[in-house]
């Protein structure tokens, strides 16, 4: 099982404070639209290239009383400074981007969460979707941090010492097809069927077997996957069962948690991996920027 990622801030707090403590999600998709507009028309920063066409990209939403570590970089290519735009109290964190070639590479990506999940480490943040460019900093502040001033804030406090950790573990392929071979007669009689047959005189067959082995394994995804949720519930404010992305999925949680807890979740994922040794193969990610629990 790998641990915690290690991941150094990129922000240092002048006053962390308590905070307010709620579980509701924040539905940002109406700031997010707003943040996905293009500059219109060519705009020449004096540290970018000559002529170069640049934007303001945003990567989320923090408490303004924080410092940012120095050198902290972004995306693009080079990738330029990550700059704070401050209003009341709160701020959005930004770096200049060139608006005439797309963004989208996997530098890209990496460099978008990396902040973010560096940042949730130390503030709360609120996480904007990969991609969201708006003119220049006045646009920052126009088009987001004032509109959405209430709620982000609210928001914030909502988030104030948490973070997001995901539990994603799947199952070992030949230890999962043996359970469901012991459990189930029928999957067994099934494949002793076809055992040696050619594949064109048993395609029905072998359907049906599939049919009766994804079945099962859901089957069990869902018991797992009750089983974990139910045990970290004393331990997290949130959880969120993610939808299975491969057939062999055993489970796949985002949880929302207190900081302070992040040992006592890798206990607990470490409990797991003890009980399901040989039969999951489990990961914990997290500290990470809350995701799951900012609707977009």
Known sequence: M???TDKRGAVRSDNPGSGTRGTTQHDTARAERAATARPKGPRSKEHGAPGSVTGTYV??????????TPGTRGVGDPPNVVELVRHKEIAALVSDVSTDRPLGRPDDLMAHEHLLDATATQVPVLPLRFGAVVTDAQ???????????DEFL???NELEGRAEYVVKGRYVERAILREVLDEDPEIARLREAIHGRPEE???????????LINTSIAAKREA????LVEAFDPLCVS?????????RDAVHVALLADTDRG??????????????????ELRLLGPLAPYDFVKT
């Open 239 to 247: 959880a969120i069962v993610r939808e299975p992305t491969h057939e």
């Open 201 to 211: 005189a048993t395609w029905d067959t072998r359907m049906r077997l599939g049919e």
């Open 59 to 68: 990567y989320g939403i923090i408490p303004s009383d924080v410092e940012l």
């Open 2 to 4: 790998s641990g915690s």
């Open 139 to 149: 646009a920052v502040v126009d088009e987001l941090l004032a509109p959405y001033y």
């Open 224 to 227: 797992d996957t009750d089983a």
């Open 263 to 280: 040992r006592e979740i890798e206990e607990a994922v470490d409990e797991f991996g003890t009980r399901w040794a040989g039969r999951v």
């Open 154 to 156: 609210a928001t914030l």
